[in-house]
T-cell receptor
Framework: GAVVSQHPSWVICKSGTSVKIECRSLDFQATTMFWYRQFPKQSLMLMATSNEGSKATYEQGVEKDKFLINHASLTLSTLTVTSAHPEDSSFYIC?????????????FGEGSRLTVL | QKEVEQDPGPLSVPEGAIVSLNCTYSNSAFQYFMWYRQYSRKGPELLMYTYSSGNKEDGRFTAQVDKSSKYISLFIRDSQPSDSATYLCAGNSGGYQKVTFGIGTKLQVIP
C-alpha cells in the first residue's frame, strides 16, 4: 500500500513554544492531505484538510491561527502548533489518499505524540 | 447523536475465535464504509473498504454492510494474538467528502 511518513513521532515542548510536524507521501503525489487529532479513548477528529498550493480548510472549532498548515508541495504538508499549551497535548495524525482512490481509502502516517509541559 | 457509533470495548476473545465487531451510523448519505486497524501509539491502517450494501472478504476478514439498518460489521476468523488492536469503523458519502470515524473497539486476542 501507499506510504505516508510523519515526523517527529513524539515531541515534548514547553508551554508557549511552537512545534512543527511534517507529513510526507513517499510513493505518490497527494494534492490533499488530512490532519487529525486523537485524544485517549476518543475517535479520530478531523482538524483540517490541507490543499497543495492553497489555503487549508479547517473544521468548525479548530483555530486556524493556532494550527498553521502549509502544503507547499505534492508530497509534503506541515502542521505547526503555535504557542502550544498543555491542552494541546494529543496524538496528531496525518493522512493522504492516492489520486485514484476515494477519500475513504486513507493512508495514515505513524502519528506524532505531542506533550506540552 | 454521533454519526458513527461504536462500542469501545474492550473485547477479549481466545485465540482461534471468530470475532464480530459492529458499528451503526446515522448519515443516510454514506456510501463508502471502511475498517481501520490501529495498534497502540501508531497511525490507523486500512483493512477493508466497501461500497454500499453487501459483503467483502479478504483472507480472514469479512466486512458486511446493511444500509437498510445502517449497520456495518467486521468479522475476523481464526483470530490471532497479532489481531489485538483497536478497530475503527468509518464512512463517507464518496467523492472527496469527509470521512467520519467511530471511537474504535479495542480487541484483545488471548493466546
Amino acid at each position: 500500500g501507499a506510504v505516508v511518513s510523519q515526523h517527529p513521532s513524539w515531541v515534548i515542548c514547553k508551554s508557549g513554544t511552537s512545534v512543527k510536524i511534517e507529513c510526507r507521501s513517499l510513493d505518490f503525489q497527494a494534492t490533499t492531505m488530512f490532519w487529525y487529532r486523537q485524544f485517549p479513548k476518543q475517535s479520530l477528529m478531523l482538524m483540517a484538510t490541507s490543499n497543495e498550493g492553497s489555503k487549508a480548510t479547517y473544521e468548525q472549532g479548530v483555530e486556524k491561527d493556532k494550527f498553521l498548515i502549509n502544503h507547499a508541495s505534492l508530497t509534503l504538508s506541515t502542521l505547526t502548533v503555535t504557542s502550544a499549551h498543555p491542552e494541546d497535548s494529543s496524538f496528531y495524525i496525518c493522512s493522504a489518499n492516492p489520486p485514484s482512490g476515494n477519500t475513504g481509502e486513507l493512508f495514515f502516517g505513524e502519528g506524532s505524540r505531542l506533550t506540552v509541559l | 447523536q454521533k454519526e458513527v457509533e461504536q462500542d469501545p470495548g474492550p473485547l477479549s476473545v481466545p485465540e482461534g475465535a471468530i470475532v464480530s465487531l459492529n458499528c451503526t451510523y446515522s448519515n443516510s448519505a454514506f456510501q463508502y464504509f471502511m475498517w481501520y486497524r490501529q495498534y497502540s501509539r501508531k497511525g490507523p491502517e486500512l483493512l477493508m473498504y466497501t461500497y454500499s450494501s453487501g459483503n467483502k472478504e479478504d483472507g480472514r476478514f469479512t466486512a458486511q454492510v446493511d444500509k437498510s439498518s445502517k449497520y456495518i460489521s467486521l468479522f475476523i476468523r481464526d483470530s490471532q494474538p497479532s489481531d489485538s488492536a483497536t478497530y475503527l469503523c468509518a464512512g463517507n458519502s464518496g467523492g472527496y467528502q469527509k470521512v467520519t470515524f467511530g471511537i474504535g473497539t479495542k480487541l484483545q486476542v488471548i493466546p
